[in-house]
């Protein structure tokens, strides 16, 4: 397993040589640089010996070797500093680029991929995971001027002292070996933090975006209890990689010391018998000293290649998902506005279990069981249904944030996967029950779909949508700011503002999903008023339960179990339609009373 693991064809060593090929000119400087300070590093040990030797023997002053030393640790400093800049900025470079692809990606990715992957699970993979491939992009520079200046002292060594260089070396093949077995053991260990950090993250995600329900049911303990149980796994996991770390890191570090003990005792002897000269000796000790600090490093190294490893193992997860809802490859375009909007299900089969590719069959029965339902260009059709009878379904279908299993879904006569989905989307808009409204002001939100849009466009749609009136009342008006989500305003506030968004789309279809649920009856009496005027001409599609609401359809349909069991007008299906009285009935609505007296 760890073989497989470690191997250059994993998708996350894989993605990692893959960014690293694409900062090939920064890692190029990169490694000029680090030559540049390998090369007078290098020399330093070579300089004191010199001065050593020279200064005892009375050759030269003594102030010409340590200012040649000094001027060439200057050099060094400045050769430090470039590397470590553009070590950073390489690092930068590849995260910014590799944060775009994997935001973009999941922009990209299927409706049903997001019903089921959580969001701190992506939250974690775009930042916590995307940061290690910074860092060991960051130590590629660093990394290579240590392996260049392992490479010259141990030349350098041999060329001076061949004996004394093998005993200096002589532990450095265990070295290897023990960074072997070390990113072995450590990278299933690593890639087991970073998924209990993700489920974290997870955690976390969810207890804020979900705070007002938290705080409302007093479930701040369930919510703690949830932290602590993640909290502790990534607690076991992290030890297991200090337990791994701390058998390894000693036994590495200890290897190029011994070398130094060596050194100092063979050296010794040497220079008392007059083999060997004291600058000889002081100038090999340095060069034992400059192994010592790279080979200290490959710990380090090993750890931080095996976490970018593990990391790229997750993001590669992201990156290789595949969007099941593509546009086709030539697109066909809708026609001309006039006369358009014609919707068309013909024989629609679709189950939310079966949506995402790959997921196992089962035996339960779909959700829309071959829906047959046209209507027409500037016709509004109420549906109407108990929950979970597909009424929803059909509005996600159109705008193919899914694709139906079986038959077609039609816009004006041309099947919806024949769109490419920027037009689709553009010529159908649809209002959630649920509303998200993004940090920004109120014109930013409403002219969200088209940022564009003119401030007279802005304020017609506010008008329509019956939201004018209480956006006129802020001290700022259209420039309001509003808080994360627009929790600062009413529920019914947040609705108006959402179809006021759909509005400014201008779309050939217009689908309401339950979007006035919020909204004050008497407010929504004059959304209605407001409607009535956005319906004519448009295609909508109504998705509702209260009886005011679904009396502005010019049809209604009424749907159970995934087909449609009956269609007329409103009035008619009252007296006409038990079921229908019922589905009206199970919504709680005191207008049912109204309509039915």
């Given at each position: 397993m760890a073989g497989q693991t470690t191997s250059t064809r994993s998708p996350g060593w894989d993605l990692l040589v893959e960014a690293l090929r694409g900062q090939k000119a920064g890692l190029f400087v990169g490694m000029l640089v680090a030559l540049g300070w390998t090369s007078v590093r290098v020399a330093v040990p070579t300089l004191i010996r010199l001065g050593i030797d020279n200064g005892l023997q009375g050759d030269d002053p003594l102030w010409r070797w340590p200012a040649v030393i000094v001027a060439i640790g200057s050099l060094s400093g400045l050769f430090m500093g470039l590397r470590r800049y553009v070590a950073f900025r390489n690092a930068r470079i590849v995260e910014a680029r590799y944060r775009d692809r994997i935001f973009a990606h999941i922009q990209r990715l299927h409706f049903a991929y997001h019903d089921t992957t959580a969001t701190g699970e992506l939250m974690s993979r775009a930042n916590t995971d995307l940061q290690q491939f910074q860092n060991v992009v960051t130590m590629v520079p660093i990394t290579t001027g240590n392996a260049l200046i392992v490479i010259a002292v141990v030349v350098v060594m041999l060329i001076v002292n061949p004996v004394l260089a093998l005993l200096a070396l002589v532990g450095l093949p265990f070295v290897n070996v023990l960074g072997r077995r070390f990113s072995q053991r450590l990278h299933p260990a690593v890639l087991g933090v970073q998924r209990e950090s993700a489920e974290l993250a997870g955690v976390v995600e969810e207890t804020v975006s979900g705070i007002r329900v938290v705080k409302g049911f007093g479930a701040e303990p369930v919510q703690s209890s949830k932290l602590d149980v993640e909290a502790d796994d990534i607690f076991d996991q992290a030890t297991d990689v200090a337990r791994i770390r701390s058998r390894y890191l000693p036994a590495i570090e200890l290897m190029p010391n011994l070398g130094l003990v060596v050194v100092l005792a063979y050296g010794g002897h040497l220079v008392i018998e007059g083999q060997l000269t004291v600058g000889e000796l002081v100038g090999f000790n340095l060069y034992v000293f400059m192994l010592i600090q790279p080979l200290r490093m490959l710990g380090m190294v090993v750890a931080q290649g095996q976490r970018?490893?593990?990391?790229?193992?997750?993001?590669?997860?992201?990156?290789?998902?595949?969007?099941?809802?593509?546009?086709?490859?030539?697109?066909?375009?809708?026609?001309?506005r006039n006369g358009a909007g014609l919707v068309e299900f013909k024989n629609v089969v679709f189950d939310y279990q079966r949506a995402e590719p790959g997921a196992a069959s089962n035996d339960s029965p779909p959700v829309l069981r071959g829906l047959d339902l046209r209507i027409e260009a500037g016709e509004?059709?109420?549906?109407?249904?108990?929950?979970?009878?597909?009424?929803?379904?059909?509005?996600?279908?159109?705008?193919?944030?899914?694709?139906?299993?079986?038959?077609?879904?039609?816009?004006?006569?041309?099947?919806?996967?024949?769109?490419s989905r920027h037009e689709l989307r553009r010529a159908v808009s649809i209002v959630f029950e649920e509303t998200f409204l993004f940090s920004g002001s109120i014109r930013d939100n409403i002219a969200f779909a088209d940022p564009g849009a003119t401030d007279a466009e802005v304020r017609r749609a506010a008008e329509l949508a019956g939201a004018a009136e209480f956006i006129d009342?802020?001290?700022?008006?259209?420039?309001?700011?509003?808080?994360?989500?627009?929790?600062?305003?009413?529920?019914?506030?947040?609705?108006?503002?959402?179809?006021?968004?759909?509005?400014?789309a201008d779309p050939r279809v217009l689908i309401l999903d339950d979007a006035t649920s919020a909204v004050d009856p008497t407010k929504e009496h004059e959304i209605r008023d407001a409607m009535t005027e956005v319906m004519t001409g448009r295609t909508t599609i109504v998705i509702a339960h209260r009886p005011a609401t679904i009396a502005l359809a010019d049809r209604v349909v009424l749907m159970d179990e995934g087909v449609i069991v009956a269609e007329?007008?409103?009035?008619?299906?009252?007296?006409?339609?038990?079921?229908y009285r019922e589905v009206l009935a199970a919504g709680g609505d005191a207008d049912l009373e109204e309509a039915t007296a």
């Open positions: 970018a490893a593990a990391a790229g193992e997750r993001i590669a997860e992201v990156l290789s998902t595949a969007p099941s809802i593509v546009d086709p490859t030539h697109p066909r375009p809708l026609p001309s509004s059709v109420a549906i109407v249904g108990a929950t979970g009878c597909g009424k929803s379904t059909v509005a996600r279908l159109l705008p193919r944030y899914y694709d139906a299993e079986e038959g077609a879904v039609l816009l004006d006569d041309i099947d919806v996967r024949e769109l009342e802020f001290a700022e008006g259209y420039d309001t700011p509003l808080g994360e989500r627009g929790l600062s305003l009413s529920g019914g506030q947040r609705q108006r503002l959402a179809i006021a968004r759909s509005l400014v007329g007008k409103h009035d008619e299906l009252l007296v006409s339609n038990a079921r």
